[in-house]
């Protein structure tokens, strides 16, 4: 039934037009890796550090959910699993891993479902950003990368992991001393998830020329990441927390200055640095040390340095 759904949706994508085409692009692609990765920077470093801190503590637990949920069912893609199914565009090349759960969804909960949950929000604002989340996840199916199982579950998931994530911190207000702990545990689950992602078997399946399909190692690369993202920001927040306290409660200038030099660096470390590193390590250790990295210079590297600069530019 769920191929069906994508052979419906494929021949309608064939004669909607380019017009409607391109929008379901533009809406997957925020719900793209990158795209929220930036999202929640800028929002960590220059509007709320509260609100940002939430929306990476929950994307954190959200990869490491949608990796250890997609080498358990490892499903293959939709394309895989029916010759007839041929997804837009370039969409497959941001189609990486297993097809069980969508990441793309998950990321737009955590993004966009977080800020939903937020009751401090306008009804309005809720609204929109919970339809927002809606057509990203219903792009992928559009688009024929998934299925509807794999954006149902990803939203589901991820909007529980995000309102886990809002109880969490809710009770880390409360017990500020119990930091350490929330960062051995989820240091610990990452772990336990990479391993367990190492010696699994997975399925070996092979064409008519006996070349293998599917690549079960490869596939797990998404979740090694995932591990890399949660520790990262797990020992850069308790870092941050403890050495460093920077506030959002500056002036729009420092905000603006923020912003810019902040992603120039972001951009650097992951454009350049990451593609040396890869050059020097092998796949999976190179990926998930590229993403711990990249988050730790979100959570804890550039606030401790952007305050350190202010603090000497307001003595000068």
Known sequence: ?????????????????????????????????????????????????????????????????????????????????????????????????????????????????????????????????????????????????????????????????????????????????????????????GVAIAVYASVKPYPADYDAAGKLIVDGAKMANDTFKGVGYCTAFLVGWVLERRYVGFSTEVPLPRKLARAVIGLMGYYALSLIFGALLKQWMPGAAASALSCFLQIFYIVFLFPACAKRFEQKSEKA
């Open 1 to 189: 039934m769920d191929i069906n759904i994508l052979l419906a949706l494929q021949e309608f994508r064939s004669q909607a037009g380019t017009v409607l085409n391109d929008f379901f692009v533009k809406m997957t692609f925020l719900g793209e890796l990158n795209t929220v990765i930036v999202i929640m920077a800028l929002l960590y470093w220059s509007v709320s550090k509260e609100l940002g801190t939430y929306l990476l503590m929950g994307w954190s637990g959200n990869r490491l959910v949608n990796g250890v949920l997609k080498v358990t069912f490892c499903a293959y893609r939709p394309w895989i699993r029916d010759a007839r199914i041929v997804p837009y565009g370039n969409s497959m090349t941001t189609a990486t891993g297993y097809s069980f759960p969508s990441g793309h969804t998950m990321n737009g909960t955590t993004v966009f479902g977080g800020g939903a949950l937020r009751r401090e929000f306008s009804k309005a604002l809720r609204i929109t950003l919970g339809l927002v989340v809606a057509l990203i996840a219903f792009s992928r199916i559009y688009l024929g990368v998934h299925t509807p199982q794999d954006i149902l579950v990803g939203a589901g998931a991820g909007m529980l992991v995000m309102w886990g994530t809002s109880r969490l911190m809710q009770w880390l207000a409360a017990h500020p001393e119990k930091d350490l702990l929330v960062m051995f545990i989820g240091i610990g689950l």
